[in-house]
């Protein structure tokens, strides 16, 4: 509930900002992400997963500036496997997957490009679990439960991308570095980060 709250309050906050703009607009978006788990031990390896998204965006500002607050539903996933170097036969390979809110505050330019315009965008992104899906747990030695089975219910990223404006379509391309530990516990596993490429179509209501 204090999820859902935070999230109406960040949303109704930045749809009034644009409500008082000159220049803006409102949309819709989909795509997908492919995310990595990534650790600074070699207790694990990883394997790229694929996941979505689909929500709302905004914007304020013209071509030299501006400001995209954007909130939408993600799943997030990652395959991790031993390393053999290392676990032994202590891990088994499995999934984990969360199920987000995501809530990136981007600033930005853009360029014409005959037609279309071309754009550069970069802010922090806060990303709030509804769920989080770990079959592994039930495949990890005792070992490893505290390292690979309590995981933090809010993240932090930062996010860089680009992408092109054509009409009232938008295509985006952005890479998200996670920022901080996800992980309640480091110990064995150390610090634990999710990486994501992700790839979206949008298009301006108006």
Same mark, same amino acid.
Not at 58 to 80: C, D, L, M, V
Not at 97 to 102: E, R, S, W
Not at 123 to 128: D, I
Not at 139 to 149: K, M, P
């Given at each position: ?19 008082? *703009? ?10 997908? %992400? ?10 694990? $390896? +990883?394997? %790229? ?8 965006? #905004? ?10 607050? $954007? *909130? ?13 170097? =290392? !676990? ?11 199920? %987000?809110?995501?809530?990136? &505050?981007?600033? #930005?330019?853009? /360029?014409?490009?005959?037609?279309? @315009? ?7 992104? /806060?990303?709030?679990?509804? =769920? $989080?899906? %770990?079959?592994?747990?039930? +495949? ?16 932090? !990223? ?7 404006? /054509?009409?009232? &379509? ?10 901080? +530990?996800?992980?309640?516990? $480091? ?5 634990? @980060? ?13």
């Amino acid at each position: 509930m204090k999820k859902a709250i935070i999230l109406g309050l960040i949303t109704v906050c930045a749809l009034s900002f644009t409500a008082q *703009a000159q220049d803006l607009k409102l949309g819709i978006k989909a795509g997908l %992400n492919v995310a990595s788990l990534k650790t600074d031990k070699s207790l694990f $390896e +990883n394997e %790229n997963s694929v996941g979505y998204l689909a929500g709302i965006w #905004g914007r304020i500002g013209g071509n030299s500036f501006h400001f995209q607050p $954007e *909130a939408y539903f993600t799943s997030k996933s990652a395959t991790i496997h031993p390393d053999a170097s =290392d !676990a032994g036969s202590d891990l088994i390979k499995g999934d984990i997957k969360f199920t %987000n809110i995501d809530v990136p &505050l981007l600033i #930005g330019t853009k /360029f014409p490009v005959g037609p279309a @315009k071309l754009k550069l965008q970069a802010g922090p992104l /806060f990303s709030f679990v509804i =769920d $989080e899906n %770990n079959p592994y747990k039930d +495949n990890v030695s005792a070992v490893y439960q505290e390292a690979l089975t309590n995981y933090k219910d809010k993240f932090s !990223a930062l996010v860089i991308g680009t992408g092109i404006d /054509f009409s009232k &379509l938008t295509f985006d391309l952005r890479y998200e570095i996670g920022l901080g +530990n996800i992980s309640e516990y $480091e110990g064995s596993a150390g610090k634990q @980060k999710l990486n994501l490429w992700t790839i979206s179509l949008g298009y301006s209501i108006f």
